[in-house]
């Protein structure tokens, strides 16, 4: 088993886990250190907790409950499994909600209202979209709260207290977008739990505050590469991104030209821009 630790910050933790163990290996007895679920994208292997046999595939969840002890077995074992596992405080399983038995439902199907979710997580965990793994793991937590309790919460109209909130999170945001922020420091900002203020800030605004970020970090550079002589690896930096690759990575995708393409043109060359706005058009 291999794990590698993707996200540790405040509330919550992400790792990626791998096995290849082979289905003629002893299973051996784990126990689940705290609340934990996990989305499995390759493979298939059995979960044996509380007396119960749960077969999980590609797509499955898993749920831990700490203090639970549990065996996987792999007499299926063909290519490996892989699961993105999201560890969670007490704290934050209060607050997505800790229905009588509901965190120890052990395994659940696939099912699309999750699935959608698991993949959603894997793109962040891979860079492939600009949500927060954090802000992605309480989506999918309480997602499955709601599923399994059969219960759907109602979208409301946010007060204008938390509007002004959220607005005001938004500026904060867009003011220090330049500084390493996560979740848990945004959430203080705003006086309310990670949890809170992820539901408030996405209904007022439309985006999470991850997202909003992200897109901050991408208007200030795209103003500093038509406007400033500074190098693109410099200006990466200097709006936010940890990484150049993440930053180009994350630019094209925004504006579907590299962050040099996108200099090009604003400094005249607008031939880049027209070539990729004909080709969208007859796609």
């Not at 999980?56 to 898993?62: D, H, M, Q, Y």
């Not at 659940?108 to 492939?128: K, N, S, T, Y």
């Amino acid at each position: 088993m291999v794990a590698t630790t993707t996200l540790r910050q405040g509330q919550i933790s992400v790792i990626d886990y791998r096995c290849d163990t082979a289905p003629d290996e002893k299973p051996y007895v784990e126990q689940h250190g705290d609340h934990s679920i996990s989305y499995v994208r390759k493979g298939s292997f059995g979960y044996a907790v509380r007396g119960e046999t749960f077969e999980l595939v590609a797509g499955s969840v898993l749920i831990g409950h700490p203090g639970d002890e549990f065996m996987c077995t792999h007499d299926h074992h063909v290519c490996g499994d892989e699961c993105l596992a999201f560890h969670l405080t007490p704290e934050i399983v209060d607050a997505v909600g800790d229905k009588s038995g509901i965190w120890r439902t052990g395994g659940i199907p696939p099912l699309p209202e999750l699935m959608v979710l698991g993949e959603l997580a894997q793109g962040a965990a891979e860079g492939r979209n600009d949500i927060g793994l954090d802000e992605v793991g309480l989506m999918f937590a309480s997602r499955f709260v709601d599923v399994v309790s059969g219960h759907r919460r109602k979208k409301q109209g946010a007060p204008a207290r938390d509007r002004r909130r959220a607005v005001e999170a938004a500026m904060w945001l867009d003011a220090h977008s330049q500084d390493e922020i996560d979740l848990d420091g945004t959430a203080r900002e705003a006086g309310l739990s990670p949890f809170h203020f992820l539901r408030l800030f996405s209904n007022v605004l439309g985006v999470t505050p991850h997202q909003y970020l992200v897109r901050s970090r991408l208007r200030h550079a795209a103003r500093l590469l038509g406007d400033d002589a500074r190098t693109i690896t410099d200006i990466a930096f200097d709006v936010g991104f940890g990484d150049l690759s993440n930053f180009v990575r994350t630019f094209h995708r925004a504006a579907g030209v590299s962050p040099r393409a996108f200099r090009r043109a604003a400094k005249g060359d607008r031939k880049i821009l027209q070539e990729k706005l004909a080709a969208t058009a007859i796609g």
